[in-house]
């Protein structure tokens, strides 16, 4: 089955850009989705690629997908605290099944 | 207005005991999921139903059923809970299998 990997974390400084990496086995992955979870809430979904396209930004958020290396990341420029939460990469494979790799832990610092 | 919507929000109980989670949507989405977060916060499906009808049921206990009296709702009921099923249970819907998927808050499932 799909097998979808992130960094556990990542630590920077407000106002940095931050780029979280997510890496998925299935090359027949449909679309490739973010989410991000606060502490102790639910998923948000901050924004997706479909598999035909390379880039995809909205705002902050820059989206690269690498379909030949099966690489996926995330930008998010200008980091600021209310960043800070775990970003989880989720890869829609055959079957309407969606796998979600480990979650990468961000921290923003001052 | 929310969209995806659990209830309880936490839920604390004794191993052995039957529990219900239970799930509404009012995106007039046709597929409802649920997933189960564990303590390092990973996420895997657990259930997928669209139109009441079952599509994915992955290597989860019999002890777990889930249950769609209509489309917009996906209750989850669970038997003879163990300890190892302390976790977040996250309800999600989507229109179509294929669409992007709408998560619920989490029930917080502590089983003492």
């Known amino acids: 089955g799909e097998d979808v990997e992130q960094s556990l974390f990542l630590s920077v400084r407000e106002g940095d850009s931050s780029v979280i990496n997510c890496t998925y086995t299935d090359s027949s992955s449909t679309y490739l989705y973010w989410y991000k979870q606060e502490p102790g809430a639910g998923l948000q979904l901050l924004t997706y690629i479909f598999s035909n396209m390379d880039m995809k930004q909205d705002q902050r958020l820059t989206v690269l997908l690498n379909k030949k290396d099966k690489h996926l990341s995330l930008r998010i420029a200008d980091t600021q605290t209310g960043d800070s939460a775990i970003y989880f990469c989720?890869?829609?494979?055959?079957?309407?099944?969606?796998?979600f790799g480990t979650g990468t832990q961000l921290k923003v610092e001052l | 207005d929310t969209a995806v919507s659990q209830t309880p929000k936490y839920l604390v109980t004794q191993m052995g005991n039957d529990k219900s989670i239970k799930c509404e949507q009012n995106?007039?989405?046709?597929?409802m999921y649920w997933y189960k977060q564990d303590s390092k916060k990973f996420l895997k499906i657990m259930f997928s139903y669209n139109n009441k009808e079952l599509i994915i049921n992955e290597t989860v206990p019999n002890r777990f059923s889930p249950k769609s009296p209509d489309k917009a709702h996906l209750n989850l009921h669970i038997n003879s809970l163990e300890l190892g099923d302390s976790a977040v249970y996250f309800c999600?819907?989507?229109?179509?299998?294929?669409?992007?998927?709408?998560f619920g808050p989490g029930t917080r499932l502590l089983v003492l």
């Open positions: 999600a819907s989507s229109q179509g299998g294929t669409e992007t998927q709408y």
């Open positions: 995106l007039g989405h046709d597929t």
């Open positions: 989720a890869a829609q494979g055959g079957g309407n099944k969606l796998t």
